[in-house]
């Protein structure tokens, strides 16, 4: 382990991390708050700054390799500290006055899940009563975890001579497989970073045009919901979420959710008109038969529930659009609602998409839909070898030979997943004496867990699209606080923290 390396790196991002807390000061400032409010901001500020600052100014002398577990640790580290140092203000500011729920929320705004463990009561006081910044702050966390923050810091540092910086790339970047779409990383994180803004600016402008039709979206309310949907996170300002908005916004949103949970490189394809290996992407199809196929279904199913078949059309597809890229928006209760709950195959639908979430390569969670794929075609080679032992299977993925480590790697991310899932479902059944016993059912647990992993938010029962997570246990919210974040960095990252040999020197 080349601790100088990780020392250096982490300090450089939590610099980096306390510059961006700017924003919410900014937004303090332009709101008029209250002075303890710009204090929340400014301590964690200069926290950062200065163990920041410590970490990165001694700079490695000699040794500046970067292996795979390097990259690993730091990614996983910076992860944890940044979502320690980002709950800060809403303790500090007295909006929230327990640390795991605080814990919880910010780990929730930077793995882009929108899982909320503030009550409505919370959520109007901030808005109501000067904690603009702090909404503002919960919803840019969105922003920044989207894409990533080292995936920036790619973006802004020096090239690594040796290429090593990929690690950092891999461990960081959704997907079976991470690398770059030009030669250079540093070109490449740079064009994911534009494309990012571009996409992000665009949503604003499209909500801004749509505020001529829909009165409630004001520019505070773009800005929040355009965070939240580049970074395919959730956060809403108030527990009506999208439902608020008017059907130019709510369409508006739902497109925008979809266009962030494709593979970014498919926009670096269009600009540079390569439209052969668009057309050849095999994720991307797949992406979209499932999503019209589910809107379809659930629209049928859901078409007597509502006024006319244009809102239950509308619920469908911005619900599917939400559950898939794992944004966890939503427009109605399709749990409990006043229309009534949905019909199971609905439900069950919901659920499948919160496993399988978006394409590879963008913002979006879950376990994505390349390795689907993956999974279905190796599956599939497993039964012809039965049948034809000799006969030996080539899996492809877009029509090219898949290495033999991406397909065991998929594999091992499957089983682990699951793993995980149910084993943090076990953990928060424990212990809940804040929970009403009528929620602390089976399915409440399960979809927790499931959405916290997946980075989705809402998910059935007590934790239905109007439910939350207020009345988790402390234990149960740092569980789910763990779990949101391997689920974040696709799992390996988090579990090689616990390995002992990761911190043996010299290996």
């Known amino acids: 382990m080349n601790f100088n390396v990780v020392r250096n790196l982490i300090g450089k991002i939590l610099v980096l991390v306390g ?8 937004t303090a400032f332009v709101y008029q708050e209250s002075l303890m409010n710009i204090i929340s901001y400014l301590i964690p500020m200069v926290s950062l700054f200065v163990v920041g600052g410590f970490l990165g100014y001694f700079k ?14 730091i990614v996983s580290i910076s992860w944890i500290l940044m979502s320690l140092f980002g709950c800060f203000p809403f303790l500090i500011s007295g909006y929230v006055d327990d640390f795991f729920t605080a814990f919880f929320e910010m780990t929730s705004g930077f793995t882009t899940t929108g899982a909320s463990a503030l009550t409505s009561d919370q959520l109007f006081m901030m808005l109501n009563n000067g904690g603009h910044s702090l909404l503002m702050w919960r919803s840019f966390s969105h922003w920044i975890g989207g894409m990533g923050i080292l995936v920036f810091i790619l973006a802004i540092i020096l090239e690594s001579k040796d290429g090593s910086a990929l690690h950092i790339l891999r461990a960081e970047s959704p997907g079976p497989q991470a690398g770059k779409i030009v030669s250079k990383i540093k070109v490449s994180s740079r064009i994911l970073y534009l494309i990012y803004i571009a996409m992000t600016i665009i949503e604003i402008i499209a909500l801004n045009i749509c505020h001529i039709f829909d009165p409630e979206m004001e520019f505070f309310d773009t800005l929040i919901m355009s965070f939240g949907t580049a970074g395919t996170g959730g956060f809403a300002l108030t527990s009506a979420s999208v439902g608020l908005y008017a059907p130019c916004s709510q369409y508006v949103i739902a497109v925008f959710m979809l266009l ?55 619920h469908a597809f911005f619900t599917v659009a939400s559950i898939v890229s794992t944004t966890g928006y939503s427009t109605t209760d399709y749990w409990s609602g006043s229309q009534g709950q949905w019909p199971t195959l609905s439900l069950m639908i919901i659920i499948f998409l919160t496993f399988t979430g978006a394409c590879a390569g963008s913002t979006a969670g879950g376990i994505k839909q390349s390795r689907i794929l993956i999974l279905g075609k190796y599956s599939g080679s497993k039964v012809i070898n039965m ?46 004496p804040v929970m009403p016993t009528e929620d602390a059912n089976p399915l409440t647990m399960i979809t927790a867990s499931l959405t916290c992993i997946s980075n989705v938010g809402p998910g059935l029962g007590a934790v239905g699209p109007q439910g939350g997570f207020a009345n988790f246990s402390w234990f149960s919210k740092l569980v789910l606080t763990i779990e949101m974040i391997a689920g974040r960095l696709e799992l390996f990252p988090i579990l090689i923290l616990f390995a002992p040999i990761t911190w043996k020197k010299g290996i």
């Open 19 to 26: 510059l961006l807390m700017i924003v919410p000061l900014i």
């Open 60 to 73: 490695p002398a000699k040794d500046t390799r970067m292996g795979a577990k390097e990259g690993f640790v």
């Open 260 to 314: 962030f949970g494709i593979n970014f490189s498919i926009y670096y394809w269009l600009i540079i008109k390569n439209f052969k290996d668009i057309w050849h992407n095999e994720e991307l199809k797949f992406f979209f038969i499932i999503v019209i196929a589910a809107v379809v279904i659930i629209t049928a199913q859901i078409v007597n529930l509502y006024s006319s078949t244009e809102e239950a059309f509308r």
């Open 387 to 432: 049948i034809s032992p000799r006969r030996v299977e080539v899996i492809r993925l877009d029509g090219k030979p898949l290495d033999k480590k991406v397909i065991d790697s998929t594999v091992a991310f499957f089983v682990l997943y699951m793993v995980i899932l149910f084993v943090c479902a076990f953990l928060i059944s424990i212990w809940n």
